[in-house]
Protein backbone atom coordinates (compact mmCIF):
# COMPACT_ATOMS: atom_id res chain seq x y z
CA UNK A 1 0.00 0.00 0.00
CA UNK A 2 1.44 2.87 -1.11
CA UNK A 3 2.45 5.45 2.01
CA UNK A 4 0.12 8.66 2.16
CA UNK A 5 2.17 11.87 1.76
CA UNK A 6 0.88 14.17 4.83
CA UNK A 7 -0.71 16.80 4.04
CA UNK A 8 0.87 20.03 2.53
CA UNK A 9 0.12 23.08 4.94
CA UNK A 10 0.35 25.49 1.95
CA UNK A 11 -2.91 23.38 0.70
CA UNK A 12 -5.01 23.40 4.29
CA UNK A 13 -3.97 26.84 5.75
CA UNK A 14 -4.31 30.77 3.99
CA UNK A 15 -1.83 31.98 6.11
CA UNK A 16 0.70 32.24 3.17
CA UNK A 17 -1.77 34.12 1.27
CA UNK A 18 -3.30 37.62 1.33
CA UNK A 19 -6.68 36.24 1.74
CA UNK A 20 -5.40 35.39 5.43
CA UNK A 21 -8.64 35.13 7.81
CA UNK A 22 -8.92 33.34 11.38
CA UNK A 23 -10.01 29.99 11.08
CA UNK A 24 -13.15 29.29 13.17
CA UNK A 25 -11.63 25.78 13.17
CA UNK A 26 -8.10 25.30 13.74
CA UNK A 27 -6.68 21.42 14.09
CA UNK A 28 -3.25 21.51 15.04
CA UNK A 29 -1.17 18.54 14.00
CA UNK A 30 -3.72 16.20 16.01
CA UNK A 31 -3.64 12.35 16.04
CA UNK A 32 -6.93 10.32 17.22
CA UNK A 33 -7.17 6.94 18.70
CA UNK A 34 -10.39 4.34 19.59
CA UNK A 35 -8.44 2.81 22.32
CA UNK A 36 -4.81 1.54 20.47
CA UNK A 37 -6.30 1.51 17.23
CA UNK A 38 -4.95 4.97 15.45
CA UNK A 39 -7.72 6.58 13.46
CA UNK A 40 -6.35 10.02 12.46
CA UNK A 41 -2.49 11.15 11.96
CA UNK A 42 -1.24 14.43 12.33
CA UNK A 43 -3.98 16.57 10.54
CA UNK A 44 -3.16 20.08 10.51
CA UNK A 45 -6.06 21.71 8.69
CA UNK A 46 -7.94 25.37 9.68
CA UNK A 47 -11.40 26.01 8.63
CA UNK A 48 -12.65 29.45 7.83
CA UNK A 49 -15.62 31.34 9.30
CA UNK A 50 -18.62 30.81 6.59
CA UNK A 51 -16.93 28.48 4.74
CA UNK A 52 -18.79 25.04 3.42
CA UNK A 53 -15.69 22.11 4.29
CA UNK A 54 -16.48 19.14 2.08
CA UNK A 55 -14.68 16.04 3.72
CA UNK A 56 -14.58 13.38 1.11
CA UNK A 57 -12.76 9.90 1.51
CA UNK A 58 -13.49 6.04 1.65
CA UNK A 59 -15.08 4.37 4.37
CA UNK A 60 -12.77 4.20 7.21
CA UNK A 61 -10.43 6.97 6.18
CA UNK A 62 -11.70 9.03 9.87
CA UNK A 63 -13.35 11.95 8.33
CA UNK A 64 -16.31 11.18 10.43
CA UNK A 65 -14.19 10.72 13.66
CA UNK A 66 -12.65 13.78 12.67
CA UNK A 67 -16.15 16.04 12.22
CA UNK A 68 -16.93 14.42 15.35
CA UNK A 69 -14.03 15.04 17.36
CA UNK A 70 -15.28 19.03 16.05
CA UNK A 71 -17.86 18.82 18.88
CA UNK A 72 -16.37 16.43 21.46
CA UNK A 73 -19.08 14.05 20.44
CA UNK A 74 -16.31 11.23 20.42
CA UNK A 75 -16.55 12.15 24.53
CA UNK A 76 -19.28 9.46 24.39
CA UNK A 77 -16.94 6.75 22.81
CA UNK A 78 -15.49 4.24 25.64
CA UNK A 79 -11.38 4.75 24.83
CA UNK A 80 -12.06 7.63 22.70
CA UNK A 81 -8.83 9.97 22.79
CA UNK A 82 -6.75 12.50 21.41
CA UNK A 83 -3.29 11.22 21.14
CA UNK A 84 -1.24 14.39 20.61
CA UNK A 85 -2.45 17.76 19.00
CA UNK A 86 -4.89 20.08 19.39
CA UNK A 87 -8.74 21.22 17.93
CA UNK A 88 -9.72 25.11 18.46
CA UNK A 89 -12.81 27.27 17.86
CA UNK A 90 -11.96 31.13 17.50
CA UNK A 91 -8.18 29.70 19.76
CA UNK A 92 -10.09 28.32 22.37
CA UNK A 93 -8.84 24.30 22.75
CA UNK A 94 -11.58 22.08 22.86
CA UNK A 95 -10.44 19.74 25.09
CA UNK A 96 -9.60 22.89 27.86
CA UNK A 97 -10.80 22.29 31.70
CA UNK A 98 -12.76 25.02 30.80
CA UNK A 99 -14.79 24.34 28.06
CA UNK A 100 -18.52 23.39 28.74
CA UNK A 101 -18.75 20.40 26.40
CA UNK A 102 -22.94 21.55 26.41
CA UNK A 103 -22.13 24.56 25.09
CA UNK A 104 -20.28 23.70 22.87
CA UNK A 105 -22.84 21.48 21.43
CA UNK A 106 -25.22 24.34 21.01
CA UNK A 107 -22.38 26.59 19.22
CA UNK A 108 -20.98 23.26 17.11
CA UNK A 109 -24.41 21.68 16.00
CA UNK A 110 -24.58 18.57 14.15
CA UNK A 111 -27.02 16.51 11.31
CA UNK A 112 -26.59 13.14 11.05
CA UNK A 113 -26.89 10.86 8.15
CA UNK A 114 -30.13 9.18 9.25
CA UNK A 115 -32.60 11.90 9.89
CA UNK A 116 -33.38 11.32 14.03
CA UNK A 117 -36.53 13.87 14.91
CA UNK A 118 -37.89 13.12 18.76
CA UNK A 119 -40.86 11.65 18.96
CA UNK A 120 -42.70 14.78 19.09
CA UNK A 121 -44.99 16.94 17.05
CA UNK A 122 -42.96 19.32 14.70
CA UNK A 123 -43.30 22.13 16.79
CA UNK A 124 -41.62 20.76 19.71
CA UNK A 125 -38.77 18.91 17.80
CA UNK A 126 -37.70 22.54 17.02
CA UNK A 127 -38.83 24.25 20.14
CA UNK A 128 -37.23 21.58 22.62
CA UNK A 129 -33.42 22.64 22.86
CA UNK A 130 -34.96 25.87 23.71
CA UNK A 131 -36.80 24.75 26.17
CA UNK A 132 -34.13 23.27 27.91
CA UNK A 133 -32.16 26.33 27.41
CA UNK A 134 -34.93 27.23 29.79
CA UNK A 135 -36.44 29.58 27.33
CA UNK A 136 -39.85 30.55 28.96
CA UNK A 137 -41.55 32.99 27.03
CA UNK A 138 -44.00 31.04 24.61
CA UNK A 139 -43.96 34.11 21.98
CA UNK A 140 -40.32 33.81 21.98
CA UNK A 141 -40.07 30.21 21.10
CA UNK A 142 -42.80 30.52 18.72
CA UNK A 143 -40.42 33.24 16.93
CA UNK A 144 -37.50 30.78 17.28
CA UNK A 145 -39.35 28.10 15.94
CA UNK A 146 -40.87 30.11 13.01
CA UNK A 147 -37.53 31.63 11.80
CA UNK A 148 -35.87 28.43 12.10
CA UNK A 149 -38.14 26.17 9.94
CA UNK A 150 -37.87 29.05 7.51
CA UNK A 151 -34.36 29.09 7.80
CA UNK A 152 -34.28 24.96 7.10
CA UNK A 153 -36.90 25.91 3.83
CA UNK A 154 -39.61 23.30 5.88
CA UNK A 155 -42.16 26.39 7.47
CA UNK A 156 -44.51 26.85 4.48
CA UNK A 157 -44.65 22.84 3.90
CA UNK A 158 -45.83 22.10 7.71
CA UNK A 159 -47.02 25.37 9.03
CA UNK A 160 -50.39 24.53 9.08
CA UNK A 161 -49.48 21.48 10.88
CA UNK A 162 -46.93 22.16 13.48
CA UNK A 163 -48.69 20.05 16.04
CA UNK A 164 -48.53 16.95 13.79
CA UNK A 165 -46.22 13.95 14.99
CA UNK A 166 -42.73 14.78 12.91
CA UNK A 167 -42.53 11.16 11.97
CA UNK A 168 -45.29 11.87 9.68
CA UNK A 169 -42.82 13.90 7.89
CA UNK A 170 -41.03 12.24 4.41
CA UNK A 171 -37.28 11.49 5.06
CA UNK A 172 -36.48 14.78 3.02
CA UNK A 173 -38.52 16.78 5.67
CA UNK A 174 -37.20 14.90 9.10
CA UNK A 175 -34.30 15.69 8.20
CA UNK A 176 -34.42 19.40 7.13
CA UNK A 177 -36.73 19.53 10.85
CA UNK A 178 -33.27 18.23 12.20
CA UNK A 179 -31.47 21.37 10.29
CA UNK A 180 -33.72 23.72 11.76
CA UNK A 181 -33.88 22.02 15.35
CA UNK A 182 -30.07 22.51 15.21
CA UNK A 183 -30.64 26.09 13.73
CA UNK A 184 -33.25 26.94 16.62
CA UNK A 185 -30.51 26.59 19.54
CA UNK A 186 -28.35 29.55 17.22
CA UNK A 187 -24.99 27.66 16.50
CA UNK A 188 -22.06 29.12 14.78
CA UNK A 189 -20.76 25.78 13.18
CA UNK A 190 -23.18 23.10 12.03
CA UNK A 191 -21.48 19.80 11.27
CA UNK A 192 -23.17 17.60 8.70
CA UNK A 193 -22.59 13.73 8.57
CA UNK A 194 -23.26 12.15 5.32
CA UNK A 195 -27.04 14.74 5.60
CA UNK A 196 -28.05 13.58 2.16
CA UNK A 197 -27.44 9.72 2.10
CA UNK A 198 -30.86 8.16 2.78
CA UNK A 199 -32.58 11.03 0.53
CA UNK A 200 -34.04 10.62 -2.73
CA UNK A 201 -32.70 13.31 -5.55
CA UNK A 202 -35.01 15.87 -5.20
CA UNK A 203 -34.66 15.29 -1.17
CA UNK A 204 -31.56 15.72 -1.59
CA UNK A 205 -31.76 18.89 -4.34
CA UNK A 206 -33.55 20.94 -1.50
CA UNK A 207 -31.70 19.96 1.48
CA UNK A 208 -28.26 21.14 -0.34
CA UNK A 209 -30.15 24.15 -1.70
CA UNK A 210 -30.50 24.77 2.32
CA UNK A 211 -27.15 24.33 2.92
CA UNK A 212 -26.12 26.83 0.25
CA UNK A 213 -28.72 29.37 2.12
CA UNK A 214 -27.15 28.84 5.52
CA UNK A 215 -23.30 29.31 4.32
CA UNK A 216 -24.07 33.07 4.78
CA UNK A 217 -24.79 32.75 8.47
CA UNK A 218 -22.63 29.34 9.29
CA UNK A 219 -19.26 27.81 9.28
CA UNK A 220 -20.57 24.48 7.59
CA UNK A 221 -18.56 21.10 7.51
CA UNK A 222 -20.44 18.48 6.31
CA UNK A 223 -19.07 14.86 5.45
CA UNK A 224 -20.19 13.24 2.43
CA UNK A 225 -19.67 10.12 0.32
CA UNK A 226 -21.16 11.79 -3.09
CA UNK A 227 -18.59 13.54 -4.83
CA UNK A 228 -20.84 15.41 -7.17
CA UNK A 229 -22.84 16.73 -3.69
CA UNK A 230 -18.66 18.32 -2.45
CA UNK A 231 -18.58 19.48 -6.17
CA UNK A 232 -21.87 21.47 -5.79
CA UNK A 233 -21.99 22.77 -2.74
CA UNK A 234 -18.59 23.32 -0.77
CA UNK A 235 -16.23 25.97 -1.11
CA UNK A 236 -13.40 23.22 0.19
CA UNK A 237 -12.63 20.08 -0.22
CA UNK A 238 -10.13 17.84 2.11
CA UNK A 239 -9.79 14.48 1.16
CA UNK A 240 -8.55 12.06 3.82
CA UNK A 241 -7.00 8.36 3.54
CA UNK A 242 -6.23 6.34 5.87
CA UNK A 243 -6.80 8.48 8.58
CA UNK A 244 -4.19 10.80 7.01
CA UNK A 245 -5.20 14.48 5.37
CA UNK A 246 -3.83 13.68 1.87
CA UNK A 247 -5.18 17.31 0.21
CA UNK A 248 -7.39 20.26 1.36
CA UNK A 249 -7.48 22.72 -1.34
CA UNK A 250 -10.47 24.65 -3.23
CA UNK A 251 -13.37 22.51 -4.62
CA UNK A 252 -12.79 23.80 -8.19
CA UNK A 253 -9.22 22.61 -7.80
CA UNK A 254 -10.33 19.43 -6.19
CA UNK A 255 -12.31 18.21 -9.07
CA UNK A 256 -10.68 20.07 -11.89
CA UNK A 257 -7.23 19.21 -11.34
CA UNK A 258 -5.99 17.69 -8.05
CA UNK A 259 -2.51 18.13 -6.46
CA UNK A 260 -2.42 14.49 -5.42
CA UNK A 261 -2.67 11.41 -7.23
CA UNK A 262 -4.19 9.32 -4.94
CA UNK A 263 -7.15 12.12 -4.53
CA UNK A 264 -7.60 12.00 -8.59
CA UNK A 265 -7.74 8.25 -8.08
CA UNK A 266 -10.06 8.55 -5.49
CA UNK A 267 -12.34 11.10 -6.86
CA UNK A 268 -12.38 9.04 -10.34
CA UNK A 269 -13.84 6.11 -8.70
CA UNK A 270 -10.25 4.01 -8.98
CA UNK A 271 -9.89 3.51 -5.52
CA UNK A 272 -11.94 3.48 -2.64
CA UNK B 1 -8.33 -4.08 -14.81
CA UNK B 2 -9.66 -1.88 -17.55
CA UNK B 3 -12.75 -0.47 -16.68
CA UNK B 4 -15.60 -0.35 -18.96
CA UNK B 5 -15.33 3.58 -18.32
CA UNK B 6 -11.62 3.64 -19.26
CA UNK B 7 -12.32 1.15 -22.16
CA UNK B 8 -14.95 4.04 -23.35
CA UNK B 9 -12.21 7.02 -22.62
CA UNK B 10 -9.90 5.10 -24.89
CA UNK B 11 -12.10 4.77 -27.55
CA UNK B 12 -13.18 8.08 -27.57
CA UNK B 13 -9.33 8.98 -27.81
CA UNK B 14 -9.03 6.40 -31.21
CA UNK B 15 -11.63 7.87 -32.29
CA UNK B 16 -10.40 11.90 -31.93
CA UNK B 17 -7.34 10.36 -33.60
CA UNK B 18 -9.30 9.23 -36.47
CA UNK B 19 -10.97 11.44 -36.72
CA UNK B 20 -7.59 14.28 -37.05
CA UNK B 21 -6.03 12.19 -39.17
CA UNK B 22 -8.57 11.65 -41.83
CA UNK B 23 -9.27 15.96 -41.75
CA UNK B 24 -5.00 15.89 -42.39
CA UNK B 25 -5.45 13.66 -45.17
CA UNK B 26 -8.27 15.53 -46.66
CA UNK B 27 -6.39 18.79 -46.50
CA UNK B 28 -3.12 17.23 -48.18
CA UNK B 29 -6.33 16.11 -51.14
CA UNK B 30 -7.21 18.95 -51.71
CA UNK B 31 -4.15 21.01 -52.04
CA UNK B 32 -3.36 18.06 -54.24
CA UNK B 33 -6.72 18.24 -56.23
CA UNK B 34 -5.57 21.95 -56.28
CA UNK B 35 -2.00 22.07 -57.49
CA UNK B 36 -2.54 18.87 -59.91
CA UNK B 37 -6.24 20.00 -61.18
CA UNK B 38 -7.57 16.73 -60.20
CA UNK B 39 -11.04 16.97 -60.35
CA UNK B 40 -11.79 13.75 -59.11
CA UNK B 41 -9.64 13.74 -55.93
CA UNK B 42 -11.53 16.69 -55.56
CA UNK B 43 -14.93 15.14 -55.64
CA UNK B 44 -13.30 12.22 -53.08
CA UNK B 45 -12.44 15.18 -50.49
CA UNK B 46 -16.02 16.57 -50.92
CA UNK B 47 -17.16 13.07 -49.78
CA UNK B 48 -14.60 12.44 -47.29
CA UNK B 49 -16.35 15.54 -44.98
CA UNK B 50 -19.14 13.90 -44.68
CA UNK B 51 -17.17 10.62 -42.68
CA UNK B 52 -15.68 13.39 -40.88
CA UNK B 53 -18.75 14.91 -39.45
CA UNK B 54 -20.33 11.77 -38.81
CA UNK B 55 -17.75 10.95 -36.15
CA UNK B 56 -18.07 14.46 -34.88
CA UNK B 57 -21.72 13.77 -34.21
CA UNK B 58 -20.60 10.26 -32.56
CA UNK B 59 -17.84 11.84 -30.10
CA UNK B 60 -20.67 14.59 -29.17
CA UNK B 61 -22.94 11.56 -28.44
CA UNK B 62 -20.80 9.48 -26.72
CA UNK B 63 -19.09 12.00 -24.65
CA UNK B 64 -22.33 13.01 -23.68
CA UNK B 65 -23.11 9.83 -22.76
CA UNK B 66 -20.06 9.66 -20.62
CA UNK B 67 -20.55 12.69 -19.02
CA UNK B 68 -24.23 11.38 -18.06
CA UNK B 69 -23.70 8.35 -16.55
CA UNK B 70 -20.12 8.42 -15.11
CA UNK B 71 -20.18 11.99 -13.87
CA UNK B 72 -16.23 12.39 -14.44
CA UNK B 73 -14.21 14.54 -12.62
CA UNK B 74 -10.38 15.82 -12.66
CA UNK B 75 -8.32 14.29 -15.37
CA UNK B 76 -11.17 12.40 -17.08
CA UNK B 77 -13.82 15.29 -16.97
CA UNK B 78 -10.66 17.32 -18.92
CA UNK B 79 -10.53 15.21 -21.56
CA UNK B 80 -13.56 14.49 -21.91
CA UNK B 81 -14.34 18.19 -22.43
CA UNK B 82 -11.48 19.02 -24.42
CA UNK B 83 -12.65 16.01 -26.89
CA UNK B 84 -15.26 17.93 -27.73
CA UNK B 85 -13.74 21.16 -28.36
CA UNK B 86 -11.03 19.67 -30.70
CA UNK B 87 -13.36 17.25 -32.67
CA UNK B 88 -15.54 20.62 -33.25
CA UNK B 89 -11.60 22.39 -34.54
CA UNK B 90 -11.17 19.39 -36.96
CA UNK B 91 -14.52 19.09 -38.31
CA UNK B 92 -13.60 22.63 -39.02
CA UNK B 93 -10.34 21.57 -40.60
CA UNK B 94 -12.49 19.15 -42.93
CA UNK B 95 -14.76 21.87 -43.90
CA UNK B 96 -12.01 23.63 -45.17
CA UNK B 97 -10.92 21.39 -46.83
CA UNK B 98 -13.74 20.42 -48.73
CA UNK B 99 -13.69 24.21 -49.27
CA UNK B 100 -10.46 24.26 -51.27
CA UNK B 101 -11.21 21.11 -53.39
CA UNK B 102 -14.38 23.16 -54.23
CA UNK B 103 -12.16 26.01 -55.48
CA UNK B 104 -9.41 24.03 -56.69
CA UNK B 105 -11.96 23.51 -59.58
CA UNK B 106 -12.71 27.43 -60.49
CA UNK B 107 -9.12 28.02 -60.18
CA UNK B 108 -7.01 28.55 -63.68
CA UNK B 109 -3.98 30.29 -62.08
CA UNK B 110 -0.92 28.49 -63.05
CA UNK B 111 1.18 30.42 -59.86
CA UNK B 112 -0.06 29.31 -56.54
CA UNK B 113 2.73 31.48 -54.93
CA UNK B 114 3.20 30.14 -51.31
CA UNK B 115 -0.09 27.73 -51.09
CA UNK B 116 2.00 24.73 -51.23
CA UNK B 117 4.44 25.55 -48.67
CA UNK B 118 1.17 27.13 -46.36
CA UNK B 119 -0.31 23.48 -46.92
CA UNK B 120 2.50 22.13 -46.17
CA UNK B 121 2.92 23.65 -42.62
CA UNK B 122 -0.75 23.27 -42.07
CA UNK B 123 -0.26 18.96 -42.32
CA UNK B 124 2.40 19.43 -40.01
CA UNK B 125 0.95 21.74 -37.72
CA UNK B 126 -1.93 19.31 -37.47
CA UNK B 127 -0.14 16.54 -36.96
CA UNK B 128 1.95 18.31 -34.26
CA UNK B 129 -1.40 18.87 -32.52
CA UNK B 130 -2.38 15.97 -32.77
CA UNK B 131 0.51 14.57 -31.09
CA UNK B 132 0.41 16.36 -28.48
CA UNK B 133 -3.26 15.22 -27.87
CA UNK B 134 -1.34 11.81 -27.36
CA UNK B 135 1.85 12.58 -25.30
CA UNK B 136 1.79 15.59 -23.95
CA UNK B 137 4.66 18.37 -24.55
CA UNK B 138 4.22 21.87 -24.12
CA UNK B 139 7.07 22.85 -26.21
CA UNK B 140 6.12 21.29 -29.26
CA UNK B 141 2.80 23.43 -28.41
CA UNK B 142 4.17 26.62 -28.17
CA UNK B 143 6.33 25.69 -31.59
CA UNK B 144 2.96 25.05 -32.92
CA UNK B 145 1.69 29.18 -31.92
CA UNK B 146 4.91 30.47 -32.90
CA UNK B 147 4.77 28.23 -36.13
CA UNK B 148 1.45 29.41 -36.62
CA UNK B 149 3.00 33.18 -37.41
CA UNK B 150 4.75 32.23 -40.37
CA UNK B 151 1.66 31.05 -41.70
CA UNK B 152 0.00 34.57 -41.62
CA UNK B 153 3.18 35.98 -43.17
CA UNK B 154 2.44 33.50 -46.15
CA UNK B 155 -1.00 34.64 -46.06
CA UNK B 156 0.32 38.60 -46.40
CA UNK B 157 2.42 37.35 -48.91
CA UNK B 158 -0.35 35.81 -51.13
CA UNK B 159 -2.78 38.75 -50.49
CA UNK B 160 0.02 40.77 -52.12
CA UNK B 161 1.16 38.68 -55.15
CA UNK B 162 -2.70 38.14 -55.93
CA UNK B 163 -3.35 41.97 -55.94
CA UNK B 164 -0.35 42.12 -58.29
CA UNK B 165 -2.08 40.22 -60.41
CA UNK B 166 -5.15 41.87 -60.65
CA UNK B 167 -3.15 44.88 -61.52
CA UNK B 168 -1.28 43.23 -64.06
CA UNK B 169 -4.18 41.94 -65.33
CA UNK B 170 -7.79 42.59 -64.09
CA UNK B 171 -9.07 39.70 -66.33
CA UNK B 172 -7.77 36.81 -64.19
CA UNK B 173 -9.69 38.25 -61.01
CA UNK B 174 -11.85 35.95 -60.35
CA UNK B 175 -9.54 33.00 -60.65
CA UNK B 176 -7.71 35.15 -58.55
CA UNK B 177 -10.00 35.49 -55.76
CA UNK B 178 -9.69 31.91 -55.29
CA UNK B 179 -6.61 31.27 -54.72
CA UNK B 180 -7.12 34.05 -51.95
CA UNK B 181 -9.67 32.01 -50.50
CA UNK B 182 -7.63 29.01 -50.49
CA UNK B 183 -5.26 30.78 -48.74
CA UNK B 184 -7.37 32.43 -46.34
CA UNK B 185 -8.81 28.70 -45.61
CA UNK B 186 -5.65 27.38 -44.97
CA UNK B 187 -4.51 30.19 -42.44
CA UNK B 188 -8.10 29.20 -40.61
CA UNK B 189 -6.64 25.66 -40.46
CA UNK B 190 -3.44 26.74 -38.68
CA UNK B 191 -5.58 28.81 -36.90
CA UNK B 192 -7.52 25.61 -35.86
CA UNK B 193 -4.18 23.23 -34.88
CA UNK B 194 -3.37 26.06 -32.81
CA UNK B 195 -6.73 25.80 -30.72
CA UNK B 196 -6.07 22.23 -30.68
CA UNK B 197 -3.16 22.87 -29.12
CA UNK B 198 -4.68 25.09 -26.78
CA UNK B 199 -6.93 22.68 -25.40
CA UNK B 200 -4.67 20.27 -25.78
CA UNK B 201 -3.15 22.55 -22.55
CA UNK B 202 -5.92 23.05 -20.72
CA UNK B 203 -6.71 18.72 -20.82
CA UNK B 204 -2.84 18.11 -19.27
CA UNK B 205 -2.49 21.01 -17.00
CA UNK B 206 -6.03 22.08 -16.50
CA UNK B 207 -4.84 25.76 -17.41
CA UNK B 208 -6.56 27.77 -20.19
CA UNK B 209 -4.66 29.38 -22.19
CA UNK B 210 -6.95 29.91 -24.85
CA UNK B 211 -7.01 33.86 -24.52
CA UNK B 212 -3.51 34.32 -21.93
CA UNK B 213 -2.09 37.16 -23.00
CA UNK B 214 1.35 36.23 -23.58
CA UNK B 215 0.42 33.85 -25.71
CA UNK B 216 -1.26 36.17 -28.14
CA UNK B 217 0.04 36.53 -31.63
CA UNK B 218 1.02 40.19 -30.87
CA UNK B 219 2.94 38.86 -27.48
CA UNK B 220 4.18 35.85 -29.19
CA UNK B 221 5.66 38.13 -32.03
CA UNK B 222 7.32 40.46 -29.86
CA UNK B 223 8.64 37.40 -28.57
CA UNK B 224 10.50 36.81 -31.51
CA UNK B 225 11.61 39.79 -32.52
Known sequence: MQEAPTANPENSSLENTEEYREPAIRIKELDFLYGNNQVIHNVTLDIFPKEIMAFIGPSGCGKSTLLRCLNRMNDLVDGARIGKGSIEIHGVDLHDKSVDVIELRKKVGMVFQKSNPFPKSIYQNVAYGLQIQGVKSKRTIDEKVEESLRKAALWEEVKDRLNENAYGLSGGQQQRLCIARTLAVEPEIILMDEPCSALDPVATGRVEELILGLKDEYTIVVVTHNMQQAGRISDRTAFFYLGKLIECDQTKKIFLNPSKQQTEDYISGKFG | ?225
Not at chain 2, 6 to 33: F, P, T, V, W, Y
Not at chain 2, 83 to 106: F, Q, T
Not at chain 2, 154 to 176: A, I, R, W, Y
Open chain 2, 1 to 225: MTTQFEHNLENLRSKLLLMGQLANDSLQGAIKALLEGDSVLAKAVRVKDEEIDDLENELSEEVTSCLSTHAPVASDLRLLVSIIKISHEVERIGDEAKAIARRSRKTATPDFHQIPKMGEIAREMIQDALSIFVEYDEEKAKAIWTRDLEVDQLHKENNQFCQSLVEQDPTTSSSVFEVLFISKSLERVCDHAVNISKETVFMATSRDVRHAPEFKKSALRKELE
